[in-house]
């Protein structure tokens, strides 16, 4: 609230952050040059800064997560903080009260926030776990009218594939996890095996049939057998990714209770983006203003409510 007390001062924040570091200069797309800028007070109270030399106009909100929006900045800044101050989430409604706005415009904003926090594509290097997760209910605890009664393993559930870095003495411990089909097969884990995890890199997983063509993809690597109640053999274990899924699982089951598939990816990248950062000095709330000055949205997200 120091900080940014109204939205006059969350526009000029993302003038300097964005296109101005002195907050006088900018770069001049018609000009194509170093010019100055200058913002006219007009009746329409344009969020803009206009070029004294050809009279372009800059937009800080332009290709942000801001763009076109008729929700004050202030609010939008708040909502940062109020997610970014929560350990596990917190959910639209939730969110709706702290703003003092309906449910409808809570849900976009916090729509728009997540899907900002998608992974940069970074490669893990290193010792690497990986494992599949399930989200969705048991079906005894379905309503009658909606029981599978026992229609297979994968029914009514959606299917995660994630990958973790393990932590060492250069770097901390990192994670990318993906949607994927269900039920899954080879082709859709390994296609992200190869995106994300350096070639010659050790990796480590339980005994899926997925990981069977991990060495010939030049990968050195190791095994659990966790139906022969082998947990840990050696160096070979998936204690880091397991832990990660029960942080994904109880957060959805104790902040959101249910999501849906359409939206299911933003929720992963949201406690991902949680997990990479939980040890940076720096703070979620500087870290995620920074991320949503900088980071360009070409389309409008999904803004269904799941």
Known sequence: MAEFPDDEACLQWLWKTRLSPDGKHAHCPKCKAERAFKRYAIKQQRQSWTCVACGYHLHPTAGTIFHKSSTSLH???????????????????????????????????FNRIRYSLADDGSPLTGKVEMDEMLVGGI????????????????????????????RDDESQAR?????????????????????????????FTDESRFYESLNTMGYEHGRVHHTANVYVSGD????????????????????????????LQSYVDEYAWRYNHKNDPRGHFNLLASRVAHRRVATERPSSRP
């Open 75 to 109: 609010l939008w800044f708040y909502a940062m903080y109020i997610i970014t101050s929560t350990r596990c989430g917190i959910s639209a409604k939730q969110l709706g009260r702290e703003l003092g706005v309906t449910y409808k415009t809570a849900w976009r904003i």
């Open 139 to 166: 079906d005894k605890n379905r309503h009658l009218g909606k029981r599978l009664h026992g229609k297979g393993h994968y029914m009514g559930k959606k299917s995660v594939f994630g990958m973790v870095q393990r």
């Open 175 to 203: 994670v990318v996890a993906k949607v994927v089909p269900t039920p899954p097969k080879s082709g859709d884990v390994l296609r992200h095996v190869r995106r994300y995890v350096m070639p010659a890199s050790v990796v």
């Open 236 to 263: 070979a274990h998936t204690n880091t990714i397991e832990g990660f899924w029960s942080l994904v699982k109880r957060g959805i089951s104790g902040v959101y209770h249910n999501v849906s598939k359409k939206h």
